[in-house]
């Protein structure tokens, strides 16, 4: 009697559940890839959960020596925290700075099949508008590739492919047509300019209610998974051109900010309020013509003089409140100041990308495709002459 097969490892929980690591090397790179790499997968469906560390970080926790199959089952144990493996891929990789050769690497793992599902590695240039996008979508390519699989080819197809592996037969004709095609499209091609699209003049106006229009949102801001996420850019267009650019923290100082305003009017109206009866205390001290010298005027100067000192000691704690308040709202009102012009300018900075992108897609005569497959990731550039 044969002895029973051992019981199969439990999958992941969600079948289709992205671990997006922090991704390392160059910061300005690796935010942009991983932004784009989490709505990728999400617009394909895939629930998409940030992990706060990148993968050389996640290894030393467990204590690899170099990142393989067995690290990676560590690394999947100990994110789980003892429980079900929260996801059922992890994205992970390093990304390299600009134009500076080195190469950036994206790797998606499979955490049930404890296997590598693709690893894509590419070289960023500054004003490389297509990679950053096609990166991600080759690795939900090859994701869904590997859940459903390309059946075997149907004889029709097998056909189709031996028919062009042979080629028909052509008569002279034919082939002298062809080459005098492909020799006139070679010649319009190098005829097309080869230097490299400009960008840099685009303005971007945030007052411009065509620019708000184009690029505002109308549903709630899309929620960070965690710190290392980008932050959802997009204008609120019920808020208009001045408020709609606000990110949260904005929001916060303003409340603070008037919060500060409140309590200091407060305090100086109360220091105001106190005023009078320290005058009038003040002023029946003096018209009472006690001595503090005479002994016989000694009990009604003191009772007196006592009075003047507490409303005294009244009136001046609440306008050193009021001067303290007045202080932080300064303070405050400056913060909510330098948070208006950093957030103002991240939406400036992002609007401009955007507009960069759609720039060179609309070129005319101009097509940019991007190429995915099993082994080929790229863009294609095609030209109408």
């Known amino acids: 009697m044969a002895a029973p097969a051992a019981a199969p490892a ?3 929980a969600g079948g289709k559940t992205v671990g997006l690591m922090r991704l390392g090397g160059d910061q300005t790179i690796a935010a942009d890839v991983r932004s784009y790499i989490q709505s990728e997968f999400e617009g394909s469906g895939f629930t998409v959960k940030g992990v706060a560390m990148d993968i050389d970080t996640a290894a030393g926790k467990v204590k690899c020596r170099q990142v393989n199959d067995d690290c990676l089952g560590k690394i999947a144990t100990w994110l789980a925290k003892g429980k079900e493996v929260p996801y059922t891929y992890l994205v992970y990789g390093t990304a390299a700075p600009a134009d500076s050769g ?16 693709k690893e894509i590695k590419a070289t960023f240039s500054s004003d490389d508008y297509i990679l950053p996008i096609a990166l991600p979508r080759a690795l939900v390519a090859a994701v869904n ?3 459903n699989p390309p059946g075997p080819l149907t004889p029709a197809e097998e056909k189709i492919l031996a028919e062009l ?7 002279p004709e034919e082939l002298r047509e062809e080459a005098e095609a492909i020799a006139a499209a070679t010649g319009a091609v190098d005829d097309q300019p080869t230097d490299k699209i400009d960008t840099s003049g685009i303005k971007v106006d945030l007052k411009n209610k065509k620019d708000f229009d184009a690029f505002c949102r109308n549903e709630p801001r899309r929620k960070r998974e965690s710190r290392d996420d980008p932050p959802d850019l997009r204008p609120n267009c019920k808020l208009g051109t001045f408020w709609g650019y606000w990110q949260p923290r904005a929001w916060v100082a303003l409340g603070l900010t008037a919060t500060g305003l409140i309590a200091t009017g407060a305090l100086y109206g109360m220091g105001f309020a106190a005023r009078g009866p320290y005058k009038d205390a003040n002023q029946a001290l003096l018209d009472s013509g006690l001595s503090n010298t005479n002994p016989l005027d000694s009990a009604g100067y003191t009772a007196l003089a006592s009075d003047v000192a507490a409303k005294g000691q009244i009136m001046r704690s609440r306008f050193l409140g009021g001067d303290i308040a007045l202080g932080a ?3 405050l009102a400056g913060v909510l100041g330098v948070i208006i012009y950093q957030d103002r300018n991240d939406a400036k900075k992002w609007m401009k990308s955007e507009k960069g992108l759609k720039a ?5 005569d101009l097509q940019v495709t991007p190429l995915l497959g099993a082994t080929v990731q790229g863009a294609g550039l095609g030209f109408r002459f």
């Not at 592996?165 to 008569?171: L, Q, S």
């Open 165 to 171: 592996d042979e080629g028909p037969g052509k008569t």
């Open 145 to 147: 590739e590997s859940i």
């Open 102 to 117: 080195q190469m950036t690497s994206l790797v998606v793992y499979d955490l049930g099949k404890k296997a590598q599902v």
């Open 329 to 331: 709202t300064v303070l």
């Open 360 to 364: 060179i897609s609309g070129i005319k």
């Open 10 to 12: 439990a999958a992941p």
